[in-house]
């Protein structure tokens, strides 16, 4: 099987809703669309208070090139506009969208149908293709949430020549990713077809790990004798899903340090925007809604939700069967690159991918040791760095050292912290020196 060679570790699975199937939510009576919900520019608002809109209908346009389009997913009266609190607790410009009992009646009739022909499909030219994934404000669906029409547009004299598709879902508990694959494979699969035809290659691939035996074989049945696209099993192995990892896995290419994945001549995609462009350009659908994953050992109704964005989490988490009584901690994401929420008491938006509720004695800080200098951090990064010093450098505030001991190339994606026997906090330290690397870096820039 396929996988990248350098690092990497091997956390328990725990996909307990690996069986379910795709739960649809009911349309909520209230959303609050956050304009800042994808990596780049804050989306601006055109909407005032009292504007009635449709469901489907643009709240937010795109702040820049690197940004994305708010669409509402439900029909209503705009009732404040007014920064409110994201579940990290910071403050983000949002409209909150009400429905009366007409408009809640109303968005019950299938909204989205067929919009263009095949013939017209057919026609389209890449330029056309990308222009309606960016106008549907399609993000990366993976979690980065990094603006979908970007990654399509690479930088003047870079080309890629494959597509990789990532259907990794490597992160334990999460199965959002599965879900869909096995809920929507030939729609998942024309968009695929979709996105190469905007990224101008003949070849695609689709990385899917081995513990998803049935979503493999289903996708190889549906491509039948389409031999442009490729499903490879890859081994079960975090962070399989990195960009970096997948491609080298796949293809054999290294993506340089400090480059993109097209400087490896790959685009990257995530099986879920897959079927958000199959969705914009079929259907007209802009990305109103998307599938999460809320899970946890002690879940009463754990589950893969097909989730309206701007929905509140305490509401989608009520429909699981609440918070349970043990929890110690509340994560958005996976437990190694999820971050902990300080409230749920806010919208889901287009990058939440899953609600992980995990116990108390699952989630509290064991005592943190000193260093027995094992090197085991060294051994489990994929990347090849050095963990055990850039978290010392770093709870010493030495930046220059930080940054020349290559912190800007680290994923984040907590294998150093899981591999330590002595509890080390080895990626919070790395955080806040990739954080403040990436200040001076940008301050740098600035003067020049």
Known sequence: MFTFRKGGVHPPENKITASGKIIAVELPREVTMAMSQHIGAPAMCIVKKGDHVERGDMVGKAGGFVSANVFTPISGTVVKVDKTKNAYGMPVDSVTIAASDEDHASDMEERFGQSRTRGEIDTLSAEEIINIIGDAGIVGLGGAAFPTRVKLTPPPGKHADILVINGAECEPFLTNDHALMLARPDELLEGVRLLMRGADVEKAVIGIE???????????????????????????KYPQGGEKQLIKALTGREVPAGGLPVDAGAIVQNVATAYAVYEAVYLGKPLIDRVVTVTGPSVTAPGNYL????????????????????TGKVILGGPMMGRTAVS???????????????????????????????????????????????????AQSRWDMVEASGVMN????????????????LLDYIR????????????RSAKK
Not at 432 to 442: N, P
């Open 210 to 236: 081995s513990n998803k035996r049935d979503a493999i074989d289903l996708l190889r049945t549906r491509l039948d004798s389409d031999e442009s696209i490729k499903v490879e099993a890859l081994k079960v």
């Open 307 to 326: 989730v309206p964005i701007g929905m509140r989490m305490s509401d989608l988490v009520d429909l699981a069967g609440g918070v349970p009584a043990d």
């Open 344 to 394: 749920l008491d806010c919208p889901a938006t287009k990058g939440t991918s899953a609600i992980l509720m995990l116990p108390e004695s699952q989630s509290s800080r064991r005592t943190v040791q000193p260093c027995i200098r094992c090197a085991g951090c060294v051994a489990a990064c994929p990347i090849g760095l050095e963990p055990y010093r850039l978290g010392l450098l770093s």
């Open 410 to 425: 680290c994923l984040e994606c907590g294998c150093c912290s899981f591999s330590c026997p002595s509890s080390r906090p």
């Open 432 to 443: 806040l020196g990739k954080s403040t690397v990436g200040g001076m870096i940008r301050a």
